[in-house]
Nanobody
Framework: QVQLVESGGGLVQAGGSLRLSCAFSGRTFSNYRMGWFRQAPGKEREIVAAVSKSGGKTYSPESVKGRFTISRDNAKNTVFLQMNSLKPEDTALYYC???????????????????WGQGTQVTVSS
């Protein structure tokens, strides 16, 4: 019954910013760690950010560290991805994912996440 709906993608010039949102419904949001993943054509799906169920712990890989910030608002059942200083290499379909857990930590593996949104396209032009 978990439903995830991403929004906020679009076309932006290099150096610009986008803020992605993911609306969660169907279960208790605070029981789920959340992640953002992306997949470009011909590439494997990769983690771009993760946040623990309380919001107290976050993870991001070196490729986006300092540029992307994940956050969540448990009162609004929403997770965000703020993307700054965008590069053409960031062009991909961005997915929101949820993982039911008892632990207040992050997980960087897509295999951990049982629920996925439909994706939102981010295109960065040079």
């Amino acid at each position: 019954q978990v439903q995830l709906v991403e929004s906020g993608g679009g076309l932006v010039q290099a150096g610009g910013s986008l803020r992605l949102s993911c609306a969660f419904s169907g279960r208790t949001f605070s029981n789920y760690r959340m992640g953002w993943f992306r997949q470009a054509p011909g590439k494997e799906r990769e983690i771009v950010a993760a946040v623990s169920k309380s919001g107290g712990k976050t993870y991001s890989p070196e490729s986006v560290k300092g540029r992307f910030t994940i956050s969540r608002d448990n009162a609004k059942n929403t997770v965000f991805l703020q993307m700054n200083s965008l590069k053409p290499e960031d062009t991909a379909l961005y997915y929101c994912a949820a993982d039911y857990t008892r632990y207040d930590n992050t997980d960087i593996s897509p295999n951990a996440y049982g629920h996925w949104g439909q994706g939102t396209q981010v295109t960065v032009s040079s």
